[in-house]
């Protein structure tokens, strides 16, 4: 019988290429998250109330399941193809076994994917997201979560953005969409004190 959950943690796109410095699809920024990233990770795997999903991008070599809008884009600067290192999760964030993989193919995570299924399966109702970037594959999943009635809170020094003004304007964004916005220290007292769930959301008696 599977362990029901209540909180999943989604670790979005932190592959070799998208993370380190010599890479030239690296988001800047990125590399500075993974010790937090790692903190979040472990402090996740500590709780079992929570699911844990590390969320990837992988493409042919020619790009024929890439989205048309990146194909130029992709034909000259090629990245996160299928089987290559530059695809791998980096060694810090690597998954451990019960961990789910999930492969998209665009940038929300739950576009063409089976994440909502194995999430209502869990018992899942209260997502974590971490990881990069923030316009684009955070953005997109976040929007997507809040669309599927999920509570989404966003842990904002575990993702990142090439500038620090488009972090700040997403995550903007994303408070005035109904996402919560916490770094890791604000988020790590509530879950050590078991409240995984906004504020007021069958929360225990006194957390308001």
């Known amino acids: 019988m599977m362990a029901q959950k209540d909180t999943a943690l989604l670790i979005i796109d932190m592959q070799q290429d998208f993370v380190r410095a010599e890479t030239p699809l690296r988001v800047p920024g990125a590399e500075a998250t993974v010790p937090v990233i790692s903190s979040l990770l472990e402090a996740c795997r500590n709780s079992d109330r929570i699911a844990i999903f590390h969320i990837i991008r992988e493409y042919e070599p020619d790009g024929t399941d890439l989205e048309r809008s990146r194909l130029e884009t992709f034909r000259r600067v090629p990245g996160a193809i299928r089987g290559t290192a530059g695809a791998g999760i980096v060694p810090e964030l ?3 076994p019960g961990e789910t ?3 998209k193919p665009r940038y ?3 576009f063409q994917t089976k994440l909502d299924l194995c999430l209502r399966r869990l018992g899942v109702d209260s997502l974590l997201i ?3 970037q923030y316009p ?3 953005r997109a999943t976040v929007t997507d979560a809040l669309s599927l009635d999920y509570q989404v809170t966003v ?3 575990c993702c990142s953005a090439r500038t620090p003004e488009i972090a700040e304007a ?3 964004d994303m408070r005035n969409l109904g ?3 916490l770094t890791f220290a604000e988020w790590r007292p509530e879950a050590a004190a078991g409240y995984l769930k906004f504020p007021g959301a069958d929360s225990p008696a006194g957390h308001e």
Do not use: E, K, W
């Open 94 to 96: 690597q998954p451990r």
């Open 101 to 103: 993989v999930i492969v």
């Open 108 to 110: 929300s995570a739950f």
């Open 130 to 132: 971490a990881g990069t």
């Open 136 to 138: 684009n594959c955070i």
């Open 155 to 157: 842990i904002s020094d």
């Open 170 to 172: 997403n995550l903007t």
């Open 179 to 181: 996402a919560r916005c």
